[in-house]
């Protein structure tokens, strides 16, 4: 209410998302939070989210896993279920922010992501940032805040799921004269009835995907900083200690660069290529305990042939001390 909104207490995650959805498709910039165990109940819904295009963001705070885990711990380990756990193709939007300031100007930058590509957004944070208390200035203003696209009331045969030339097709808020269209998970066609055509299935497959790749991030998908033939690459709140470690290391003489990654989903490969010119070997930097970041860089990055990695699982966090005595070792290798 501080801030024009609406707070709800729903009963369980279920109920959870299914208000913050409901209210979207009245038009309403909606969000919830949970942690794992509650993404995990939130899935079926996300990918009603998918289909339906409607814009919904969940911010999951991740702790130890899985299960109950450890639920006052912090843990990177929901990095698979964000990016992967929604069943058929399902493409959507992951972020993450990297500091405890960030987690205003991420999450602030999800919600107009997912308005703008009538999507929804999962927002990776973690106990960590979520129990810490900070005094952080608020978030720049977005000169050019991303807004929904509203279907015009104009006479015309609405289509909601037309193909356009950004794939991103006008929205009709219930109650819209002439502007009907059925909203449900089903294959449709561009006006939106349901469909088991393979000609429509692909046309909306295409739509959904690419209205995501063809959408320009900016500069605000990574933080970078420094320069030098070592990149550390991390994401998440690990780049606190990366960013000192880093720091620590070029006192040192060692020339390091350091990469953290707000924007996971979609992956921005041609981005991190030219962030990773000129470097023969990289460090990992993660908070999980079977590389799941790793895999993730490996399945969508061309990385160099030095690859190293420093993981670990929670409770324990990663220390600035730990990521300076990896790259002291390449020091060495000199």
């Known amino acids: 209410p501080e801030v024009g909104g609406q707070l709800i207490q729903a009963e369980d995650e279920i109920a959870a998302i299914n208000m913050a959805l409901g209210a979207s498709y009245g038009g309403v910039p909606a969000l919830t939070a949970t942690s794992g165990p509650g993404l995990a ?4 819904t996300l990918g009603l989210a ?14 130890g896993g899985p299960s109950t885990g450890i639920p006052t711990k912090s843990e990177q380990s929901d990095l698979n279920i964000a990016l992967y756990g929604l069943h058929g193709d399902a493409p959507h939007l992951v972020l993450a ?20 590509l009538q999507c929804p957004a999962i927002v990776l944070s973690d106990q960590f940032l979520g ?38 097709s006008p929205m009709a808020i219930p109650g819209m004269p002439g502007q009907q269209y059925t909203a449900d998970g089903l294959e449709h066609n561009p006006h939106g009835t349901p469909s088991s055509r393979a000609a429509d299935h692909q046309a909306q497959l295409d739509k959904r995907r690419d209205k995501l ?12 900083a420094g320069e030098g033939g070592i990149a550390v690459l991390t994401w998440g709140s690990t780049a606190g200690p990366v960013w000192e470690a880093a720091a620590r290391a070029r006192a ?29 070997r990289v460090l990992v930097v993660e908070q999980s305990h079977s590389r799941q970041f790793l895999g993730y860089l ?19 966090p990663i220390r600035p001390a730990a990521v300076l005595a990896r790259l002291s070792q390449w020091k060495r290798r000199v």
Do not use: K
């Open 131 to 168: 129990q810490t208390q900070a005094v952080c200035d608020p978030p720049p203003a977005d000169p050019a805040r991303s807004a929904r696209a509203t279907a015009p009331v104009d006479g015309e045969r609405y289509h909601r799921y037309a193909v356009t030339a950004n794939s991103v």
């Open 97 to 116: 922010p990297i500091s405890v300031g960030d987690c205003l100007f991420a999450t602030q930058w999800a919600v107009q992501l997912a308005e703008a």
């Open 50 to 63: 998918v289909a339906a295009e409607i814009p919904v963001v969940v911010v999951d705070v991740m702790r």
């Open 41 to 44: 109940l939130m899935t079926e």
């Open 213 to 224: 790749l063809c959408h320009d991030y900016g500069s605000a998908w990574a933080e970078v």
């Open 298 to 316: 490996r399945a969508h990055y061309p990385l160099p042939a030095d690859v190293q990695v420093l993981n670990q699982p929670g409770p324990l």
């Open 252 to 280: 040192q003489g060692l020339a390091v660069r350091a990469i953290a990654l707000r924007l996971l989903a979609p992956a921005q490969p041609a981005r991190l290529a030219a962030l990773l010119a000129g470097v023969q």
